[in-house]
């Protein structure tokens, strides 16, 4: 098989989880895109790397480097976020549809607002291993291996984490 | 040793959003690796591959394209002004630009399909400029039209950014040149050549979306 074959057969699958963690260690939508394009590009030349590893944490961890390094970067320049109208608009067709209950749609709206603006809130080190772990189910090893920390540091920071988190969200009925 | 908390565990996987990758994503991917590979194949020319790279990647930052930017005047300017080719023509072409917009026609071919475009040239030039649709990339093609600077007749490429029009004059010139810049009343003006075309780029849009033109077209233009 070609660098290419393999690369679209073992890489590509993972797109949308890579994006994912693009989308939630960077601060806008087009960021994440640049992130995740280089990312796969190094991905492609770095494919002789793969070796029968498993290629969604090898791909995660390619772009979790990607994303430190442009925050690395960007971390001295302007915060703030050109108001995309395309993304608004689109945000205004996806209103949900009349006929479910809209009691119930709004909770769940807001119970979504509410985890995505905690996990949001979390440090990058500590976002990245919740991401990381509750989204994309790997184990403290693969974490460790991604993160370039001892399994202990990535406990520890789970644990942090998952304080913040609770205590962020104690209004929303954990045990449900 | 049980660290995982299921509860709230379980209501990050049921509520927390979950971005999937955008289908321009996906394309642009596709491009680049597309580009990637077939950069590596010219093994002939080593340079090549590693320049495809660079752009693929994106490594161009600001400052960088600043200094080639400059390099390349100092190298090029001098010449071109003691050629008489560069100042006058920048004025030409920008009150062509004008004039479009202003009482028109902005595009004589409407159309965002280059198979409608390019053909529409046949018997209206005697050469058969490069058009290629860059939507992908975020310009999208509006149309063509022909103009006449300095007594030949020029095919112009309209392209859209958003609000901003870029106007694109193509006609043959056997030069070589890396993209020079520069500003007439306003009016960015990016010129380049590639052996068999040259090419001048006017819009009022910025300066690195300009250059993101450029590159976008030039990548194109490789990739053929």
């Known amino acids: 098989m070609s660098n290419r074959q393999v690369f679209d057969a073992l890489v590509l699958p993972h797109l949308d989880a890579a994006y994912n963690l693009a989308r939630w260690l960077l601060r806008s939508e087009q960021a994440a895109e640049d992130a995740t394009q280089e990312a796969s590009i190094r991905a492609l030349r770095h494919i002789g790397s793969l070796r029968g590893d498993d290629a ?20 001295n320049e302007a915060q703030w976020l050109d108001f995309d109208e395309a993304e608004f608009e ?6 949900p549809p009349r006929d479910a209950d809209p009691v119930l ?8 607002t509410q985890i995505d603006a905690a996990i949001r809130a979390l440090s990058p080190p500590l976002r990245e291993v919740i991401l990381l772990r509750e989204f994309e189910d790997l184990d403290y090893a693969q974490i460790a291996k991604i993160a370039g920390v001892p399994i202990g540091t990535v406990m520890s920071r789970l644990a942090r984490a998952r304080d913040k988190l609770r205590a962020a969200l104690s209004s929303i009925a954990l045990g449900e | 040793m049980s660290l995982d908390d299921p509860n709230l565990s379980s209501l990050i996987k049921r509520h927390a959003t979950r971005h999937a990758a955008p289908d321009a994503l996906r394309a642009g991917i596709h491009t680049q690796v597309t580009l990637a ?25 600001a400052a960088v394209s600043f200094a080639m930017g400059l390099a390349c005047a100092a190298l090029v300017l001098p010449l071109a002004q003691r050629l008489d080719l560069n100042a006058p023509l920048d ?8 004039r479009a917009l202003q009482v028109g026609p902005l595009t004589e071919v409407v159309s965002t399909d280059r198979h409608t475009v390019k053909p529409w040239f046949q018997g209206r030039l005697d050469y058969a400029p490069p058009v290629f649709d860059l939507a992908a990339q975020g310009f999208p093609l509006m149309g063509g039209r022909i103009v006449h600077v300095r007594g030949s007749v020029v095919a112009t490429l309209a392209y859209a950014r958003n609000r901003h029009v870029i106007d694109v004059f193509v006609w043959p010139s056997t030069a070589q040149s890396a993209p020079l810049r520069s500003l007439h009343k306003g009016f960015n003006v990016l010129h380049w050549a590639d052996g068999s075309m040259q090419y001048w780029a006017v819009s009022d849009l910025e300066r690195a979306e300009m250059e993101r033109f450029a590159q976008a077209w030039q990548q194109q233009a490789a990739a053929q």
């Open chain 2, 91 to 98: 004025a030409e072409l920008v009150a062509d630009h004008v």
């Open chain 1, 90 to 95: 689109a945000a205004l067709i996806q209103a």
């Open chain 1, 105 to 112: 749609q709004l909770q769940q709206q807001r119970t979504r």
């Open chain 1, 56 to 75: 969604r944490p090898w791909l995660l961890g390619i772009v979790r480097n990607t994303c430190f390094t442009l925050l690395e970067r960007t971390r």
């Open chain 2, 37 to 61: 590979e077939a950069g590596r194949s010219e093994t002939i020319a080593p340079q090549s591959s590693k320049r495809h790279a660079w752009f693929a990647l994106r490594w161009r930052t």
